[in-house]
């Protein structure tokens, strides 16, 4: 075997490593240019697919039970919202859902009144009392304060 002029350029200015050095590391540079395009694609594809395949399935799975717990607490929360704002509506006194739950025929609304009055009449009834004599005192004592004028 015989050097390249470059190869022996080389050996003349690093006499340590030589000409041998250079030519040996650009035989290996040759051979795996070659092996490179020829195998090392193909070896690193082949042992990163299955990789890259389990890593995608894995987001992908965490992705969709992430969006559908999402969806589902949404759902909950929007329905908890709708049952909440029609019971604040009914207690509140809103004429449409007394209307609706209370009075209108179709809505059972004699089961609603029959259902209230059972559970709660006298609940409903020591509160009404309550707040009634709180309001007589407060109308008293501002009656009182006026008196004193």
């Given at each position: 075997m015989t050097y390249t002029q470059e190869e022996t350029d080389f050996g003349n200015q690093n006499p340590v490593l030589g000409a041998e050095y250079k030519a040996a590391s650009d035989s290996v540079q040759r051979f795996l240019e070659h092996w490179q395009e020829e195998h090392a694609d193909k070896i690193a594809s082949d042992i990163m697919k299955p990789i890259i395949?389990?890593?995608?399935?894995?987001v992908g799975d965490a992705l969709r039970d992430w969006l559908i717990s999402d969806v589902e607490y949404n759902a909950a929360s929007?329905?908890?919202?709708?049952?909440?704002?029609?019971?604040?509506?009914?207690?509140?006194g809103e004429k449409w859902a007394n209307r609706k739950y209370i009075t209108y025929p179709g809505c059972?609304?004699?089961?609603?009144?029959?259902?209230?009055?059972?559970?709660?009449?006298?609940?409903?009834k020591d509160?009404?009392?309550?707040d009634l004599e709180e309001q007589v005192k407060r109308y008293e004592e501002n009656a009182r304060f006026n008196r004193s004028y």
């Open positions: 395949d389990e890593v995608q399935s894995k929007k329905m908890q919202d709708m049952v909440e704002s029609s019971v604040k509506a009914l207690i509140g059972r609304g004699e089961k609603v009144r029959e259902t209230l009055a059972r559970l709660y009449s006298d609940e409903i509160g009404r009392i309550a």
